[in-house]
T-cell receptor, first 111, second 115 residues
Framework: SQKIEQNSEALNIQEGKTATLTCNYT??????LQWYRQDPGRGPVFLLL?????KEKRKERLKVTFDTTLKQSLFHITASQPADSATYLC??????????FGGGTRLMVKP | DGGITQSPKYLFRKEGQNVTLSCEQN?????MYWYRQDPGQGLRLIYY???????QKGDIAEGYSVSREKKESFPLTVTSAQKNPTAFYLC??????????????FGPGTRLTVT
């Protein structure tokens, strides 16, 4: 079955460093991937979308890559700040063109 | 102020009771979705609706029901048949283009606890 996997362990980094989160997909080839941010007890907020024919997408301090050979997307936050601490969700379209979500990775940025 | 509202934020029910969660959007979006989120897990799709008076089952529809009588509203009923109803429920909407790739806008969620 189609699966989206993210590292379930929390990622702890120091303020100012670059955070890199990984999203792997198996058993299919999505046409696009989306990344969302979710704060505790709140709904996810859309950050970026990248299509299969795009290698990289940037928005301010955020960068997303899409490697169809490795079946992987990387999400980078440069010059990270404590305010970036949240859970980040990866989602990909599935065969029915709905979104399949990964379990999310919690990022903690320490001052 | 455009967006999606869900009410209530917290809901407590006794086992065996049906409960309805509200979801309203004023974004003029065609498509609406209901997801369930359990701790440490991804969002799982319960039901979705791409147009008024039409809806489809998602991956975990058993024990749930929905209606879509108005474009703005997509209420979810958690019935007594749902074996593990305690969860965080999220409603979302999107204006789907031909490629179906538009971002989803989420409501603030309703945390349902059934005892």
């Amino acid at each position: 079955s189609q699966k989206i996997e993210q590292n379930s362990e929390a990622l702890n980094i120091q303020e100012g460093k670059t955070a890199t989160l990984t999203c792997n997909y198996t058993n299919y080839s999505p046409a696009y991937l989306q990344w969302y941010r979710q704060d505790p007890g709140r709904g996810p907020v859309f950050l970026l979308l990248i299509r299969e024919n795009e290698k990289e997408k940037r928005k301010e301090r955020l960068k997303v890559t899409f490697d169809t050979t490795l079946k992987q997307s990387l999400f980078h936050i440069t010059a990270s700040q404590p305010a970036d601490s949240a859970t980040y969700l990866c989602a990909a379209n599935n065969a029915g063109n709905m979104l399949t979500f990964g379990g999310g990775t919690r990022l903690m940025v320490k001052p | 102020d455009g967006g999606i509202t869900q009410s209530p934020k917290y809901l407590f029910r006794k086992e065996g009771q049906n409960v309805t969660l509200s979801c309203e959007q004023n974004l003029n979006h065609d498509a609406m979705y209901w997801y369930r989120q359990d701790p440490g897990q991804g969002l799982r799709l319960i039901y979705y609706s791409q147009i008024v008076n039409d809806f489809q089952k998602g991956d975990i529809a058993e024990g749930y029901s929905v209606s879509r009588e108005k474009k703005e509203s997509f209420p979810l009923t958690v019935t007594s048949a749902q074996k593990n109803p305690t969860a965080f429920y999220l409603c979302a909407s999107t204006q789907q283009g031909a490629s179906g790739s538009y971002e989803q806008y989420f409501g603030p969620g309703t945390r349902l606890t059934v005892t």
